[in-house]
């Protein structure tokens, strides 16, 4: 390919992903105005106003968030906003993380493919009915740890030691379940040191996080055990089999049931799961084997365990978008993926906020064969995509 021919690509490229970048603009300013789960944003919008009145040194005494970095975020909101302002600034919160990972994605494409795979990544992310409804319609911010989760895993294969440990913890103190990373981080540091390279990799990683989290827990008087006891006293709020995910453990025995017995069950297989997620870093720890890596230990988390929210799949989202991009088999797995996803969101919506959707879809997505189908269209899509990642991962050179 000749310098013109390639220097055109790329314009073409740009203006494909700037029209992308406006549509996903303009269908999350679309999705605002929807409702969404009013609970969670009357959840969000009480830490707001507690930041803002007591600042973050009195915000724990009494209350309970396991999102301390995203509590920094919530404040200057409820300093400057209040009533239906403040709740709308919560619900668009996600929208500026998820611009940011449709560039991070377009990045990432364009080094693994070229411009047209660069937009395709982007868009499948950005344009994915189901990150609209769990951001700005939801008024959730998973994009965020998401963000986070992506980085950390971009800093990793770099060789970015410090910088994969400090964006790890960040991610952990966004949302608890994005503190995953921190596991493949372990484990390639880990690798390095017993393989000869020394403890440095995993010495600057260790020393940033713990950098990290003092930065960030300092001014909220929140030291490791107080949020220990966040953390803990949040996973037993609603001890359920299944929190409206759509995983085995939802289909077969059902949604918000007392675990039970069921809990040890579910936490020996998320252990087993990801630890068997992090085998293919034995093999190799480039980019595109992290990126797997991290898509297996979602998958592990959301469908193996009890107490498994809706959104926890969230971010394989953005974790298999680049591999959608590159290859048909990957992209109809993801579309298939995405969409289940998008319907078990609007199936837990209409549960927990049942005003939100019209009478007719909300009993369509309640039926009992609408909920199987959903939940066998995830597991199915989830199911290839191992498949696909693994096969990838082996039989790359």
Known sequence: MDRATAERRELIGLAALAVVLVVAIAGRLVALGMTGHSGDVLVIHGWAERMAEVGPWGFYEGWISVYPALLYAYWPMG?????????????????????????????????????????AAAALYLLNPAVVIAGPMWGQIDAAGTLLFLLTLLALAAGRWAGSGALAVLAGMAKPQF????????????????????????????????????????????????????????????????????????????????????????????????????????????????????ALVVFAFYFLPTRSHERYLFPAMALLAPFAAVSLRSLLAYLVLSAAFALSLLHALSYAAPHALPDQLRDALQATPSVWAMGLSLIGAACVHVWLLLRTIWTRR
């Open 179 to 294: 503190g995953l990373v921190a596991l493949p981080v372990a484990v390639v540091t880990f690798r390095r040191w017993i393989s000869g390279a020394g403890r440095r990799p995993l010495l600057m990683a260790a020393v940033s996080g713990l950098v990290t989290y003092g930065l960030l827990a300092a001014p909220l008087l929140l030291d490791p055990l107080r949020y220990a006891d966040q953390v803990w006293q949040n996973a037993n709020n609603r001890p359920f089999v299944s929190l409206f995910a759509l995983n085995p453990w939802g289909l077969l025995v059902g949604f918000e049931i007392p675990d039970g017995g069921f809990a040890v069950v579910g936490l020996v297989l998320l252990v087993i799961g990801l630890l068997a997620s992090t085998i293919p870093l034995l093999r190799r720890q480039d980019l595109p084997t992290l990126l797997a890596v991290g």
């Open 79 to 119: 300093l400057l906003l209040d009533g239906e302002g403040l709740d709308l600034a919560i619900k668009g919160s996600s929208i500026p993380f998820d611009l940011a990972i449709g560039l991070v994605l377009w990045l990432v494409g364009r080094r693994w493919a070229g411009p047209g795979p660069a937009v």
